[in-house]
């Protein structure tokens, strides 16, 4: 089996800061996923990558950027936090047939 | 519209009484996925089922492609089942994944 490790945990920021969440996958999975998730509701998906240095927008990508320099590596970076935001990102990679999750980093903006 | 649509919305279930969950998606879906996510927790994959029926534990789930429809039993519930239960499916040629709300299920002892 594998892992999917997303760090931060916790992640607080500043209104107006730039914010970098990353993920790591060692299933050795050609495509990975950034989703966002707010309280009580379902996944929007933000960016996707199928391969290294690929990235396909989402339905949520404005005020988003990532990068996929490796192929066990995909980054999330939220480019001006917003006042009050507060939400779960959450990273998944998959192979042929399944999506797997790491466990999410919790973002709170002050 | 939403391409992923659940229902019902949430569910109350006594323990031992069974359950069924439904997605039905808006467009030719080459994969499905069923998952669980606890409060507060990440997904925790439970079956994936593009066509047909497979079960898994107390879990069936029984995928008719060409009506796009999906539906997840569980059986005899218990009071462990209690979370939100989502489906997913991949559209655009199988990379870009895409989820419903999701049923929020309480089952009481």
């Known amino acids: 089996g594998g892992i999917i490790t997303q760090t931060p945990k916790f992640l607080i920021g500043q209104e107006g800061q730039k914010l970098t969440l990353k993920c790591q996958q060692n299933?050795?999975?050609?495509?990975m996923y950034w989703y966002r998730q707010d309280s009580g509701k379902g996944l929007r998906l933000i960016y996707y990558?199928?391969?290294?240095?690929?990235?396909q927008k989402g339905d949520l990508s404005e005020g988003y950027d990532a990068s996929r320099e490796k192929k066990s590596s995909f980054s999330l970076t939220v480019t001006s936090a917003q006042k009050n935001e507060m939400a779960v990102f959450l990273c998944?990679?998959?192979?042929?047939?399944?999506?797997?999750f790491g466990p999410g980093t919790r973002l709170t903006v002050l | 519209g939403q391409q992923v649509q659940q229902s019902p919305a949430s569910l109350v279930l006594q323990e031992g009484e069974n359950a069924e969950l439904q997605c039905n998606f808006s467009?030719?879906?080459?994969?499905l996925q069923w998952f669980y996510q606890s409060p507060g927790g990440s997904l925790v994959s439970l079956l994936s089922?593009?066509?047909g029926t497979k079960h898994t534990g107390r879990l069936t789930s029984t995928t008719v492609t060409k009506e796009r429809r999906s539906s997840l039993h569980i059986s005899s519930s218990q009071t462990t089942d209690s979370g939100t239960y989502l489906c997913?499916?991949?559209?655009?040629?199988?990379?870009?994944?895409?989820f419903g709300s999701g049923t929020r299920l309480l089952v009481s002892p």
């Open positions: 998944a990679s998959s192979g042929t047939s399944e999506q797997f």
């Open positions: 467009s030719t879906a080459t994969q």
């Open positions: 089922n593009p066509s």
């Open positions: 990558s199928i391969t290294e240095n690929d990235l």
């Open positions: 299933f050795n999975h050609d495509t």
């Open positions: 997913a499916i991949a559209l655009t040629g199988g990379y870009k994944v895409v």
